[in-house]
Nanobody, 126 residues
């Protein structure tokens, strides 16, 4: 089992920045990748970014490329999502997720992940 806890959400004005954290505990050594997703009420959870636990390969959805950066600190078992130049359309609950599937590929589906955090709210005002 892997437990994930997100933090760092909040209210920010358009153009501002936030850094989300995803702290992992439990059988983290078996984690191969961590992803960030977001969801607004009435819509499906959508992929934002993912990072390989070892090696650090990354992949982003087009709408956040150049604005968001995913990174990890293996010593702290923590994955970060640095969000810059935020837009009102970035408003959502952000979730981190972990997969134990072997090998690296850009996993963008919710079904690709085995464990999920509880989410953290990000609100961007115009």
């Amino acid at each position: 089992q892997v437990q994930l806890v997100e933090s760092g959400g909040g209210l920010v004005q358009a153009g501002g920045s936030l850094r989300l954290s995803c702290a992992a505990s439990g059988r983290t050594f078996s984690t191969s990748a961590v992803g960030w997703f977001r969801q607004v009420p009435g819509k499906e959870r959508e992929f934002v970014a993912t990072i390989r636990w070892s090696g650090g390969s990354t992949y982003y959805t087009d709408s956040v490329k150049g604005r968001f950066t995913i990174s990890r600190d293996n010593a702290k078992n923590t994955v970060y999502l640095q969000m810059n130049s935020l837009k009102p359309e970035d408003t959502a609950v952000y979730y981190c997720a972990a997969t134990q599937s072997t090998g690296w590929s850009a996993r963008v589906r919710t079904t690709d992940y085995d464990y999920w955090g509880q989410g953290t709210q990000v609100t961007v005002s115009s």
